[in-house]
């Protein structure tokens, strides 16, 4: 009488399970960073347009505004200050030439990035307390904001 054992030992399936476990704990921190580094080039995406719709109101009015309201751009979740999407909030800060800027801070909390009008200059501040370096690298040619 021949036994016919059909099926998979527990041995086999505990190193599929190993396998698929090692190759999550390398896959997972990629996509973060990936989706992260996503979301950041949408922001600084936004920025630009935002900066350059600032240049066009400083053309016309020789002054920034910190409303988004008089700036000739279309953006909906927006009140006169801030301007919000899933995962950076805008904020328009400073009225003069040297001061003018717009800062998109990440919603969640991590670290924010500033765009200066006048200079056009793009740089990553780190808010956890870190040097931000960790954390703005993932966006290449972006500087470390000066304290």
Partial sequence: MTKNNKGFTMMEIMVVVILIAILTAFAVPQY???TEQ?????????????????ERYFAINEAYTEDFSDLDLDLTN??????SNKAFNFVLSG?????????????????????????????????????????????????ICSP
């Fill in 38 to 54: 996503q979301r950041g080039v949408e922001a600084l995406n936004i920025l630009a347009a935002i900066g350059k719709a600032e």
């Fill in 78 to 83: 927006s009140s006169a200050t801030t301007y």
């Fill in 32 to 34: 973060m960073k990936v």
């Fill in 95 to 143: 009225t003069t030439d040297a001061a003018g800027k717009v800062t998109a801070t990440r919603a969640t909390g991590k670290y924010s990035l500033e765009r200066k009008h006048s200079t056009s200059e793009v740089c990553c501040k780190s808010l956890s307390g870190d040097d931000g370096t960790e954390l703005c690298e993932i966006f290449g040619d972006v500087d």
